[in-house]
C-alpha cells in the first residue's frame, strides 16, 4: 500500500522568507503526485501535478513552484512568501495510474505567514 | 456556476437519524466521482466511489445523476463518529485530465 511522507507538520514563516516543503511516496513507482492548497474555510484548490520525474503541471502561477527530482519525491517551494499564502498544503497521490483513480492524501503541514 | 457546489450546512442531526447531503457539478464530460471525509485539521480521506449505477458500502449509499448532473451521500444509522465534513469531488476537465476538483464540503455533526 501506500504512504505519503509529508513535513513539517506545522510551519509559522514570516513574510518574505522562502519556503520548501517536501513529500516522498512509498509503496509505488511512477506515482502522479499532487501539490493541493486549503485556506481557512475554503475548498482544496489543485496547485500542482506531475506524471513524472521532471513533468510538473501548473494550475496557480502566482509565486509558487512544484519540482519533482526523483519518481517518489514532490517538492513545492517559493521564493518569497506572502500572506496569502497560509494555508493547509496536501501532498496526494493518484491511487491507480489512471487520471479517474481518486487520491491519497498525505497528513499535510500547516503553513502560517505572518 | 461553481464546478462543484455542496450545501455547506451545518447538518446538525441526532444519533441514529438518517441524512442525505447532495452535490452538483457543473462539467457534464465529468467521468469519475467520489466523496471524502474531512475530520476537523485533518487530510481528506476517500469515503467511496460513486459509480452510475449507485453503490453502498455499509451505512452508506452513494447516487449518481448524469442527467440532473448531481451526487448524493445517505447516510443511515448516524452515529457520533460519523461528524466531519463530507467533500464531494469531480473529475471535473473530461476525458484526459488529472484535475480532481473538491466542493468546499458540508460539515455534519451527529448530537448525542
Known amino acids: 500500500s501506500q504512504t505519503i511522507h509529508q513535513w513539517p507538520a506545522t510551519l509559522v514563516q514570516p513574510v518574505g522568507s522562502p519556503l520548501s516543503l517536501e513529500c516522498t511516496v512509498e509503496?509505488?513507482?511512477?506515482?502522479?503526485l499532487y501539490w493541493y492548497r486549503q485556506a481557512a474555510g475554503r475548498g482544496l484548490q489543485l496547485l500542482f501535478y506531475?506524471?513524472?520525474?521532471?513533468?510538473i503541471s501548473s494550475e496557480v502561477p502566482q509565486n509558487l513552484s512544484a519540482s519533482r527530482p526523483q519518481d517518489r519525491q514532490f517538492i513545492l517551494s517559493s521564493k518569497k512568501l506572502l500572506l496569502s499564502d497560509s494555508g493547509f498544503y496536501l501532498c496526494?497521490?493518484?491511487?491507480?495510474?489512471?487520471?479517474?483513480?481518486?487520491?491519497?492524501f498525505g497528513n499535510g503541514t500547516r503553513l502560517t505567514v505572518t | 456556476r461553481k464546478e462543484v457546489e455542496q450545501d455547506p450546512g451545518p447538518f446538525n442531526v441526532p444519533e441514529g437519524a438518517t441524512v442525505a447531503f447532495n452535490c452538483t457539478y457543473s462539467?457534464?464530460?465529468?467521468?469519475?466521482f467520489f466523496w471524502y471525509r474531512q475530520d476537523c485539521r485533518k487530510e481528506p480521506k476517500l469515503l467511496m466511489s460513486?459509480?452510475?449505477s449507485g453503490n453502498e458500502d455499509g451505512r452508506f449509499t452513494a447516487q449518481l445523476n448524469r442527467a440532473s448532473q448531481y451526487i448524493s451521500l445517505l447516510i443511515r444509522d448516524s452515529k457520533l463518529s460519523d461528524s466531519a465534513t463530507y467533500l464531494c469531488?469531480?473529475?471535473?476537465?473530461?476525458?484526459?485530465?488529472?484535475?480532481?476538483?473538491f466542493g468546499k464540503g458540508t460539515k455534519l455533526s451527529v448530537i448525542p
Open positions: 496526494a497521490v493518484g491511487w491507480g495510474l489512471s487520471y479517474n483513480s481518486p487520491l491519497h
Open positions: 469531488v469531480v473529475n471535473s476537465a473530461g476525458a484526459g485530465s488529472y484535475q480532481l476538483t
Open positions: 460513486v459509480y452510475s
Open positions: 462539467n457534464s464530460a465529468s467521468q469519475s
Open positions: 509503496g509505488t513507482s511512477n506515482p502522479n
Open positions: 506531475s506524471v513524472g520525474i521532471g513533468q
